[in-house]
């Protein structure tokens, strides 16, 4: 039997290492396209970007890791029962469950392996990675000036260079508007050639200007009374240093980003879920004295309390008289300020338990995502056995199927978790409850040798129905 577990291990563990990094490659580029306009263009070198990746990478990990587990698995059992390893196995006495074992202990493993990774880990690298990207978000796009056209990124100057020469350092024909002391454009510089470089370790720009004029806009009310309006002044060689410090990108501290939910585990999930819960009760209990001071005559009847509170309509006894339009607009204007404050009222107290079932939510999603490993592979192992089908063919398709169904239901109850339809813990473990008594099923067919799924079944089934219909 020792032989046979790592028989079943090593066709397993093979496929789940390749599905596991495709998964994981077409979920972190699909991810970082979302990022993509914000990261080209600045120059940020191969080491920012693979830090960035790999931060996102162990993001990924606790999504990629059911659909490997799924895939992997379909893939193992298909591949054994198309050779018929599945049925001499069988035919020798062992029953599938014993040899769904072996797999089934290491997916046990990995699923308690996977929880512990997105408590302990995926915050951290959440925390570094966001951190990151606000970081390369605020750093500006490298210097890119263009033949012909003005270019705006250094701060007070608009620069126009016509022809760049080979060498990468001259140029010619050079326009530039100096406005960095405020105003419109008062002074223009215009040199036939120049040279451009950086220099200490590319924090200054240096552009040397040859043969030129600047041009000095007079027309002000100092000098009012001046017989021109600009001043030339002629130079052969000037020289405008630009410092390049808005372009380098500044670190910052990475405490400023750790009060957000995904950059917090379990314990501290926790702590803050029970402060707002607790913040969201308070403010339910102060909503009647707060509403009593918009009552001069009665008491006010808040009622009963659901989703917060619920303001119930006061059948008042006496009635205005109709024949004093002062008395009726006091008591409209009473009315739609008790209508105001209770609405405002409303929304901010469902704002609050809004944001406590949102990092509920994150607490029970480490859960969730650890389980649902173990949910996919009981789907996963006994449909491959079923179906019998191996390689990347019938089993993405399958498991495509299914990830998504999974997907769907997660979200579903994540929303109306969030929306406080439905208690959080059963929106966000529903989409493995309806998934477990699926893999009962499946395994159940397999286990008894079901032709349910395979494909000669339903052509068998589909010719015996046309040669009935013949018949009659």
Known sequence: MK???KLILRSFIGPFFLTFAVV???LL???ML?????????DLGGEVFAELLFYFSMNMTPVALPLAVLLSSLMTFGTLGEHHELTAIKTSGI??????RPVLLLVVVISVGAFFFNNKVVPKANLKAYSLLWDIRQKKPTMNFKEGAFYNGLPGYSIKINKKLEDGESLRDIMIYDHSKGGANTTVILADSGKMYTQYNDNYLVLELFDGNTYVDQDDPGIRNSTEQFVRQRFEESKIIFSLSSFSMERTREE???DNKMMKNIGQLQVVTDSLRRHGKREQDLYPPNIESFYAYFKADTGSTKNGFKLLDKKIERTLPEENPEILSVATNKARNIKSFTTNYLERVNGTLREANNYEIEIWRKYTQSASIFMLFLIGAPLGAIIKKGGLGVPVIISIVFFILMYVMSILGEKWAREGLIPVEAGMWGANIILFPIGLFFLYQAQND???LEVDFWRKLMARLR???LDV
Not at 34 to 39: A, G
């Open 3 to 5: 032989k046979l577990d």
């Open 24 to 26: 994981e490659f077409i």
């Open 467 to 469: 040669r009935n219909k």
């Open 29 to 31: 580029t699909q991810y």
């Open 34 to 42: 979302k990022y993509l306009d914000e990261l080209l263009g600045k």
């Open 450 to 452: 079901s032709s349910l």
């Open 256 to 258: 400023y980003f750790s």
């Open 95 to 100: 029953a599938l469950p014993r040899i769904l």
